[in-house]
């Protein structure tokens, strides 16, 4: 199961960090690997349990269920709905005070479905999940660079 990972700097406090990594709707407009994210079966919040959906650029649509919540250390979400193409698909967050802010580490793990095509779909996905990966962080430190310097 591939595993992709990203980190950060960000001049925020753990906790600010923590709650832009998990804005959703109009709030997540800082994210480029998102056009449309909601909390949906009844969550208002970042909690252990709560479900959301997400809507790539690329037309991706997955219902994310967030498994654990530390906040503002930790969370771990892992897709109960997606594309027919990917049997699993998790994502998390790690928050970790550091001089001149925090580090956040944000990392991608999956797996697609098809064990046939599963070499060739592999070296087609990682480096285009790794590139979306990297591109959302580097989105989410310059938004909170933003912030930091808004107040």
């Given at each position: 199961?591939?595993?992709?990972?990203?980190?950060?700097?960000?001049?925020?406090?753990?906790?600010?960090?923590?709650?832009?990594?998990?804005?959703?709707?109009?709030?997540?407009?800082?994210?480029?690997?998102v056009i449309r994210s909601e909390f949906i079966r009844g969550a208002a919040?970042?909690?252990?349990?709560?479900?959301?959906?997400?809507?790539?650029?690329?037309?991706?649509?997955?219902?994310?269920?967030?498994?654990?919540?530390?906040?503002?250390?930790?969370?771990?979400?892992?897709?109960?709905?997606?594309?027919?193409?990917?049997?699993?698909?998790?994502?998390?967050?790690?928050?970790?005070?550091?001089?001149?802010?925090?580090?956040?580490?944000?990392?991608?793990?999956?797996?697609?479905?098809?064990?046939?095509?599963?070499?060739?779909?592999?070296?087609?996905?990682?480096?285009?999940?790794?590139?979306?990966?990297?591109?959302r962080a580097a989105a989410f430190k310059e938004r909170a660079v933003e912030?930091?310097?808004?107040?």
């Amino acid at each position: 199961m591939p595993q992709l990972e990203a980190s950060v700097v960000v001049p925020l406090s753990v906790e600010a960090a923590f709650a832009l990594a998990h804005t959703v709707g109009e709030a997540r407009s800082w994210d480029p690997g998102v056009i449309r994210s909601e909390f949906i079966r009844g969550a208002a919040a970042p909690v252990s349990g709560a479900h959301f959906f997400t809507k790539t650029p690329g037309g991706r649509r997955m219902i994310l269920e967030l498994r654990v919540v530390h906040a503002p250390l930790v969370s771990s979400a892992e897709m109960v709905k997606g594309p027919a193409w990917l049997t699993s698909f998790g994502e998390g967050w790690r928050f970790e005070a550091v001089e001149g802010g925090t580090k956040a580490t944000w990392k991608f793990t999956y797996k697609l479905a098809s064990p046939v095509f599963a070499s060739t779909l592999g070296a087609a996905t990682k480096p285009a999940f790794d590139r979306e990966l990297h591109q959302r962080a580097a989105a989410f430190k310059e938004r909170a660079v933003e912030l930091s310097e808004t107040g």
